[in-house]
Nanobody, 122 residues
Framework: QVQLVESGGGLVQAGGSLRLSCAAS????????MGWFRQAPGKEREFIAG????????DYADSVKGRFTISRVNAQNTVYLQMNSLQPEDTAVYFC???????????????WGQGTQVTVSS
């Protein structure tokens, strides 16, 4: 199992952008499909975006399609989430995790990192 550390969150006005990073330890990062999830206050954690091991398959939740872009650089053991046109309803703690294939939407590991807080003001 890889260790994952999320970063890049912050406070942004509606319509703004942020790029989140998820750095993985270990030499097996490229063996895992990866995904981003988020959890808003009082809500369950939800799937946001997933990317296959080589990056050839990608899936997004309907709520972020056209605004968010997931990518990965296996040589850097990092997966990114570019978030554009942010809205107050995007406010949440964002987490990364490996995801199951096929489908790319279900988390693989039971343990989660600290996540990174994204707050969008109106």
């Amino acid at each position: 199992q890889v260790q994952l550390v999320e970063s890049g969150g912050g406070l942004v006005q509606a319509g703004g952008s942020l790029r989140l990073s998820c750095a993985a330890s270990g030499r097996t990062f490229s063996s895992y499909a990866m995904g981003w999830f988020r959890q808003a206050p009082g809500k369950e954690r939800e799937f946001i975006a997933g990317i296959s091991r080589g990056g050839g398959m990608i899936d997004y939740a309907d709520s972020v399609k056209g605004r968010f872009t997931i990518s990965r650089v296996n040589a850097q053991n990092t997966v990114y989430l570019q978030m554009n046109s942010l809205q107050p309803e995007d406010t949440a703690v964002y987490f990364c995790n490996a995801v199951k294939q096929p489908g790319l939407t279900s988390p693989l590991f039971d343990s989660w990192g600290q996540g990174t807080q994204v707050t969008v003001s109106s």
